[in-house]
């Protein structure tokens, strides 16, 4: 407790008195170091045993590469020009309208081929593009 000197000056204290503080603090850590060990635990469940299943191939992305020299490819397949892209990509999203395209691009590549490859793809019609990364 912060007891006031006796002095001549009767006027009011302007110290905080921090005591009360700390122990409020003191008890919220004591209560958070308990109860912070009962709010891991777990229900241990045992899940049911299935069948091993295959990746569905129609839902995968289209992989659309682009190489060092400019040259385009769809899924592996070499694609002449933007015309022909936008052509096969228009038959795809014909046949699932919910398509996506990753897109590998060479590092070496200028950004105005990439450009141009995903300006041809929003023209097909195509709104699900990711890029493709390695990590180092």
């Known amino acids: ?26 008890v919220l850590v004591i209560i958070l170091l308990i109860t912070a060990p009962l709010l891991t635990q777990s229900v241990h469940v045992a899940l049911p045993k299935t069948a091993e299943t295959t990746a569905n191939i129609k839902d ?6 682009i190489d060092t020299q400019g040259a385009i490819t769809l899924n592996k397949q070499a694609i002449e020009n933007l015309d022909a892209l936008e052509t096969v990509l228009k038959s795809e999203l014909a046949k699932d309208k919910e398509v996506a395209v990753h897109l ?18 929003q023209h097909a019609g195509i709104t699900k593009i990711a890029f493709v990364t390695e990590e180092q």
Request: hydrophobic share 50%; net charge negative; proline share 6%.
């Open 104 to 121: 590998y691009a060479d590092q070496a590549v200028v950004y105005k081929k990439i450009a141009e490859v995903m300006a041809t793809a």
């Open 60 to 65: 995968q992305p289209l992989q659309l590469a």
């Open 1 to 26: 407790m912060a007891f006031k000197p006796q002095s001549d000056n009767d006027g009011a204290m302007s110290e905080i008195n921090v005591t009360p503080l700390v122990d409020v603090m003191l």
